[in-house]
């Protein structure tokens, strides 16, 4: 039988429950009355719960070596989504605290962005040769080119960084596939990788001649960012 709420009846109903609940926990619980049905009878939702005489908590207030030592004793660095969604207090409150999230960890000895770094070299070293940054991307692989890149400086730089070669033929037909750019990063990545202009000219299809102008207009152009 459906519930006809009236003043007394929500005010009971509060009595009851007799632990204050903020409108968004009370909502999540799909608790009843609604929140709405609540604001219906009381102009404000802390006023409801005084008519019910059931105090409002007033929120810990943690000292810094509380909130590290929570850090310590999981004794892993959490991502801001993870943490959220099984400790307490939320990563807000260290943000607040120190800053950033990135600061709480350093307050403890363990550095987000080291951990982050070793977490992409597992992942590329699961892979016997190297990929492009362009297929990577469009294989929607995991960590983004994004964050490789932001970690290591370059998309080179990360690969160099796990040990993993370059498979001539597969990535050359990788780039084939792909832009001018993509290209000639391949060519001046297999010369910077020992093979000779010869190799080179025979797995890009293309003149040593060619490939030589490439590797020239390629070293201008870092010239050109470099100043």
Known sequence: MKTIWTKALV?????EVGVYST??????AKQKPSVEVILYFFSRWEDAWKAANVPRV????YEDDELLSMLKA????LSVKEWDARYWPKSTTYRMRFGTWRNAWLQVGIDPSTLHRETILRALQQ???RWTAQTWRNAHKSPSVSSIVNAFGSWEQAWDQA?????????VTLSLREDGNERNRTIVLLRT???SMSEIAKLMNLSRQRIYQILQEEKLRTIALLH
């Open 11 to 15: 005010k009971e109903r509060l009595e």
């Open 23 to 28: 409108k968004e926990a009370w909502r999540n």
């Open 58 to 61: 007033k929120k810990k207030k």
């Open 74 to 77: 999981v004794g892993q660095y």
């Open 127 to 129: 892979e016997p040769y």
């Open 163 to 171: 040990g993993i070669p370059i498979d001539p033929t597969s990535i």
């Open 193 to 195: 990788q020992n093979y």
